[in-house]
């Protein structure tokens, strides 16, 4: 079964960091795109940024760009996601997903497998 575990996130002060991490379980990411979505209670969930496993292109939504960083751990099978200069509007439950061979348009995924959701919380 394929499963990805989530860690990372938590509460932090406006202009802070965190990093969620998204491991592969039960499969690999070879020719998958794994992406990074939040959802706001109440409000539809978003993509936000992707990479592709074998080639490490990456796509990130105008809100996030410059501020978000994803990359890969091929040793661990992890993908990361840094965020910086977060912003009370970053607060959210943060999902990552892999489709196989996914392109950069987010909005259009049928992801093969999802995360269980972590929150992240901005706020002084």
């Known amino acids: 079964e394929k499963q990805l575990v989530q860690s990372g996130g938590g509460s932090v002060q406006p202009g802070g960091s965190l990093r969620l991490s998204c491991t592969a379980s039960?499969?690999?990411?070879?020719?998958?795109?794994i992406g990074w979505f939040r959802q706001v209670p109440g409000k539809e969930r978003e993509g936000i940024a992707c990479i592709g496993w074998k080639d490490g292109w990456t796509h990130y939504r105008n809100a996030v760009k410059g501020r978000f960083t994803v990359s890969t751990d091929h040793a661990k099978e992890t993908v990361y996601l840094q965020m910086d200069s977060l912003k009370s509007d970053d607060a959210a439950v943060y999902y990552c997903?892999?489709?196989?061979?996914?392109?950069?348009?987010?909005?259009?995924?049928?992801?093969?497998?999802w995360g269980t959701g972590t929150l992240v919380t901005v706020s002084s």
């Open positions: 039960g499969f690999t990411f070879d020719d998958y795109t």
């Open positions: 997903a892999a489709e196989w061979r996914g392109s950069n348009i987010l909005s259009a995924w049928s992801p093969d497998a």
